[in-house]
T-cell receptor, first 110, second 118 residues
Framework: LAKTTQPISMDSYEGQEVNITCSHN???????ITWYQQFPSQGPRFIIQ???TKVTNEVASLFIPADRKSSTLSLPRVSLSDTAVYYC???????????FGKGTRLHILP | GAVVSQHPSWVICKSGTSVKIECRSL??????MFWYRQFPKQSLMLMAT?????????EQGVEKDKFLINHASLTLSTLTVTSAHPEDSSFYIC??????????????FGPGTRLTVT
């Protein structure tokens, strides 16, 4: 399981674009990068997954450089309701189990 | 999307008693379910993997005699915390993987159960 490093916490303001970067220097060829979101007192929720370049869905974008040693989750025009913990996972897409790292605690200010 | 429920959403019990938490996949079958524990301001810690019709696989350091897991059907897994103590107070979260689908994003998480042992 590739180790990931992401900021412990971040603050931003409503309406801003937020970028959370995750470092994963030891990513393996068959590893995918997956991000989860967890609101307080709730279970995690899948946000986005990618292997290389850029992936976009209705919630976020995921940017992955060519060397895949890092990735950036981009949340466009955040609102107060985006305050949550965001977890970056690096593992084979068909791994046996999901192991969570420490995550980034994002706090959106009015 | 697929829905996983947990019951109860919160429970308070006295030290020494046992408490059972249910995890149900409401609109899909789940051969495999997972149980996590989360302490305040910490990440989720995987406790065990539960497979329908077989014994659960526990992560290192998790006492299998204390945390009894039963996965009797394709839609229900239960976690029983036996002889609970205050240090077992935590947020317990289950997840369920859609049968026949093994991509990470086809594993869905329940809303969690907050256990407080007094």
């Amino acid at each position: 399981l590739a180790k990931t490093t992401q900021p412990i916490s971040m603050d931003s303001y409503e309406g801003q674009e937020v970028n959370i970067t995750c470092s994963h220097n030891n990513i393996a060829t068959n590893d995918y990068i997956t991000w989860y979101q967890q609101f307080p007192s709730q279970g995690p929720r899948f946000i986005i997954q990618g292997y290389k370049t850029k992936v976009t869905n209705e919630v976020a974008s995921l940017f992955i450089p060519a060397d895949r040693k890092s990735s950036t989750l981009s949340l466009p025009r955040v609102s107060l309701s985006d305050t949550a913990v965001y977890y970056c996972l690096v593992a084979p897409n068909r791994d046996d189990k999901i192991i969570f790292g420490k995550g980034t605690r994002l706090h959106i200010l009015p | 999307g697929a829905v996983v429920s947990q019951h109860p959403s919160w429970v308070i019990c006295k030290s020494g008693t046992s408490v059972k938490i249910e995890c149900r996949s409401l609109d899909f079958q789940a051969t495999t379910m997972f149980w996590y524990r989360q302490f305040p301001k910490q990440s989720l810690m995987l406790m065990a993997t539960s497979n329908e019709g077989s014994k659960a696989t526990y992560e290192q350091g998790v006492e299998k005699d204390k945390f009894l897991i039963n996965h009797a059907s394709l839609t229900l897994s239960t976690l029983t915390v036996t002889s609970a103590h205050p240090e077992d107070s935590s947020f317990y979260i289950c997840s369920a993987r859609v049968s026949g689908r093994d991509a990470l994003y086809e594993q869905y998480f329940g809303p969690g159960t907050r256990l407080t042992v007094t």
